[in-house]
């Protein structure tokens, strides 16, 4: 079975940082698109970062100077540090990787993790 667990939430005050992490388990032939959303508390879910298997990054306007993405390939792992974080990037947040394994392809998501930024 192959899934996403993801862990390194928590409760942090305005201007601190988090890590998170992400490990992809089980028979995986190649991961291609790894990335992070997040969803607050009666909005849509939103793209925060998302990277290539060859290294490529993209941010969302939000979290552009604070965030950073990256992955270890042969972890199977994706990262977010979040720096300066700020009240408003309180929000569960979800991985997400596009997975290759003998089953053929899929999209799968972590569990979330609950991030809470206090003022």
């Known amino acids: 079975q192959v899934q996403l667990v993801e862990s390194g939430g928590g409760l942090v005050q305005a201007g601190g940082s988090l890590r998170l992490s992400c490990a992809a388990s089980?028979?995986?032939?190649?991961?291609?698109?790894m990335g992070w959303y997040r969803q607050a508390p009666g909005k849509q879910r939103e793209l925060v970062a998302s990277?290539?298997?060859?290294?490529?990054?993209e941010y969302a306007d939000s979290v552009k100077g604070r965030f950073t993405i990256s992955r270890d390939n042969t972890k199977n792992t994706v990262y977010l540090q979040m720096n300066s974080l700020k009240p408003e990037d309180t929000a569960v947040y979800y991985c997400?990787?596009?997975?290759?394994?003998?089953?053929?392809?899929?999209?799968?998501w972590g569990q979330g993790t609950q991030v809470t930024v206090s003022s």
């Open positions: 997400n990787a596009a997975v290759q394994s003998f089953t053929g392809y899929m999209e799968l």
């Open positions: 089980g028979i995986i032939f190649s991961i291609n698109a």
């Open positions: 990277i290539t298997s060859g290294g490529s990054t």
